[in-house]
């Protein structure tokens, strides 16, 4: 599975980014998808989602302010980020669990900016 996101960008405080993460290759294989991200000293996880989105889970910091939802006819993934935040700041990297060994695939990493 090879995955690439895009929509990353740089924002005011408060406003609001789509990321998007597309995934070719065994994409009927997929189990979980996810968005971690990657600031300074820091790796977070931000959100999960099965493949059939009925498990999501989202970190502390970011629920009630992110969604994270999928397209499995488009096999896209997707994190809304609404009334972001300076400390959101950081590359976000999309990831897949996939086939039966569960193997991880990693997208390239989009960077995301929130100025205060």
């Known amino acids: 599975v090879q995955l690439v996101e895009s929509g990353g960008g740089l924002v005011q405080a408060g406003g609001s980014l789509r990321l998007s993460c597309a995934a070719s290759?065994?994409?009927?294989?997929?189990?979980?998808m996810g968005w971690y991200r990657q600031a300074p000293g820091q790796r977070e996880l931000v959100a999960t989602i099965t493949s059939g989105g009925d498990r999501i889970n989202y970190a502390d910091s970011v629920k009630g302010r992110f969604t994270i939802s999928r397209d499995n006819a488009k096999n896209t993934m997707y994190l809304q980020m609404n009334s972001l935040k300076p400390d959101d700041t950081a590359v976000y990297y999309c990831n897949a669990l996939w086939g039966a060994t569960m193997v991880r695939s990693w997208g390239q990493g989009t960077q995301v900016t929130v100025s205060s």
């Open positions: 290759g065994s994409t009927f294989s997929i189990k979980v």
